[in-house]
């Protein structure tokens, strides 16, 4: 059984690029501190599907909350 892949939504990819911008990083940069290729990294940033791991780190690595990037928070805030 695999894992769903994640996808950024455009509000999570404004925060995204924001946050690499203002660590000053490339997004090869990016990928060689989380020990990836830069594939799965260009495609986070083009709003494609990537592995649920993958996604997770490149937010952690960028500071964000990977559920608000993916939107997610959204979706369970109205569910309550």
Not at 13 to 34: P, V
Not at 45 to 62: D, K
């Amino acid at each position: 059984m695999t894992s769903q892949g994640l996808r950024a939504s455009p509000e999570g990819i404004r925060a995204a690029k924001t946050a690499l911008t203002d660590k000053t990083w490339s997004q090869h940069k990016l990928a060689a501190a989380l020990g990836i290729t830069r594939q799965p990294v260009s495609k986070f940033f083009a709003g494609e599907s990537v592995s649920r791991s993958c996604f997770v780190q490149i937010c952690q690595q960028l500071g964000l909350s990977w559920q608000k990037v993916a939107g997610l928070y959204r979706f369970f805030m109205r569910l309550r």
